[in-house]
C-alpha cells in the first residue's frame, strides 16, 4: 500500500519561510518523479512543482520561481518543499503526489492527504 504523509505547514507571516515534508513509503522511492500541488479555498488544485527521479530536473509555476525550492533525499524517501518569502496568496492545502511510472514528463497517481498553509499578512 502506497502512503505519503505530509508534514510541515503551520501559520506564517508574510515574507516568512516553511520547509514541507512528505514521506512516502509502499513504493521505490528513488524510481519515480514527485511533484507538490495546492489548492486554496474556492479554487481548483494547481501545480506547484515537480522533480525528477534522481534530482537532476526540476519545473516550478511562474509565480513561486525564486521563493520555492523543492528537494528530494531517496535514502530517506522523503520530498521537500522549502517555501520562502511567502505570501498571503500561497495560503492553501499543499498536497505531495507520486508518480508510479518512469516517464517524462510525470504523471500523479498516488496523493497525501494535504497540509495547511498559512500565510498572514
Known amino acids: 500500500q502506497v502512503q505519503l504523509v505530509e508534514s510541515g505547514g503551520g501559520l506564517v507571516q508574510a515574507g516568512g519561510s516553511l520547509r514541507l515534508s512528505c514521506v512516502v513509503s509502499g513504493l521505490t522511492f528513488g524510481s519515480y518523479a514527485m511533484g507538490w500541488f495546492r489548492q486554496a479555498p474556492g479554487k481548483e488544485r494547481e501545480f506547484v512543482a515537480l522533480i525528477s527521479w534522481s534530482g537532476g530536473a526540476t519545473d516550478y509555476r511562474d509565480s513561486v520561481k525564486g521563493r520555492l525550492t523543492i528537494s528530494r533525499d531517496n535514502a530517506k524517501s522523503t520530498v521537500y518543499l522549502q517555501m520562502n518569502s511567502l505570501k498571503p496568496e500561497d495560503t492553501a492545502i499543499y498536497y505531495c503526489?507520486?508518480?508510479?511510472?518512469?516517464?517524462?514528463?510525470?504523471?500523479?497517481?498516488?496523493w497525501g492527504q494535504g497540509t495547511q498553509v498559512t500565510v498572514s499578512s
Open positions: 503526489a507520486s508518480d508510479s511510472r518512469i516517464r517524462w514528463p510525470p504523471g500523479f497517481d498516488y
